[in-house]
């Protein structure tokens, strides 16, 4: 019992020392929190729940009330061509998820330890977490990747925690499309994305269930000409995780 009051004393002393010189901070909005706050002060850490605690449709992602589903669709997606089976989702592009997801993409890759939490948390609660074989990053041509050192899709899916699921990289994005953002209508947008993306020769899909990747999903132009991709391939089923969904209009 002598012994471990000098070395608890000497472990508060550090930890005070630690406080002193490198005090934590939110790696959001770099504001000060305590030790205890877990990466996000309390202002990030509510509005992160603020948009991860609604109902949304769970082929289309966006925001339904349940009772406004029929057959497992919402009136937006109903007579839609939706190549993936389903979507999870982590929340809402707006407030601190949107800060996040934009920084991330700008280098603060130190985010990556939240939004690997709640991609985890949404792999979870998801229906499709027993049926999944493969996690597929939405990949960035190779121009992009290297501008930006890294594909955010793939640090997420490197932060997903799965007892079988391997990340394959065979899908790949063959020509450098506009940005999404920049597209005004979801007809500018599938057609932007249409025939960009291939598999490689030697690919591991025939006969998979496959969990696409990725950060945003807006009209889902992007994931659904994905996953047309790798069902042509072989793919038995595709599956769609992403942390939020944009352009909400609650149902």
């Known amino acids: 019992m002598e012994t471990t009051k000098p070395k608890q004393a000497f472990i508060f002393t550090l930890q005070s020392l630690n406080q002193l010189l490198w005090p934590a901070v939110c790696i959001n909005c770099r504001e000060s929190i305590c030790e205890t706050d877990k990466d996000l002060c309390q202002k990030c ?8 605690g609604t109902d949304y449709c769970g082929r289309c992602g966006r925001d339904a009330s349940k009772f406004a589903l029929v057959e497992g669709a919402c ?3 109903q007579g839609k061509k939706i190549n993936f089976e389903s979507i999870a989702r982590s929340g809402v592009y707006r407030e601190a998820m949107k800060e996040m997801i934009l920084a991330l993409k700008k280098g603060r890759t130190e985010l990556v330890s939240i939004i690997g939490f709640l991609g985890n948390s949404t792999l979870e609660g998801s ?15 190779w121009s992009r990747r290297l501008a ?3 594909n955010q899709a793939h640090l997420l899916a490197r932060k997903l925690k799965h007892p079988t699921a391997k990340i394959s990289n065979n899908l790949v994005r063959i020509r450098r499309t506009k940005l999404q ?3 005004a209508s979801p007809t500018a947008r599938a057609r932007n994305v249409a025939g960009a993306f291939a598999v490689r020769r030697r690919n591991n899909f025939a006969n998979r269930r ?12 992007t994931l659904n000409e994905c996953a047309k991709t790798l069902k042509d391939a072989g793919a038995s089923k595709v599956f769609a995780l992403v942390l939020a969904v944009a352009g909400q209009n609650a149902i």
Not at 212 to 219: A, C, F, G, H, Q
């Open 210 to 221: 496959i969990c696409l990747v990725d950060d945003i999903k807006t009209t889902g132009a």
């Open 75 to 77: 009136p937006n997606c």
């Open 127 to 141: 229906g499709f977490y027993n049926d999944i074989e493969l996690f597929v990053p939405v990949p960035l041509h």
């Open 181 to 183: 953002p920049a597209m």
């Open 148 to 150: 930006r050192g890294y």
């Open 45 to 52: 850490w509510s509005q992160v729940l603020a948009c991860t």
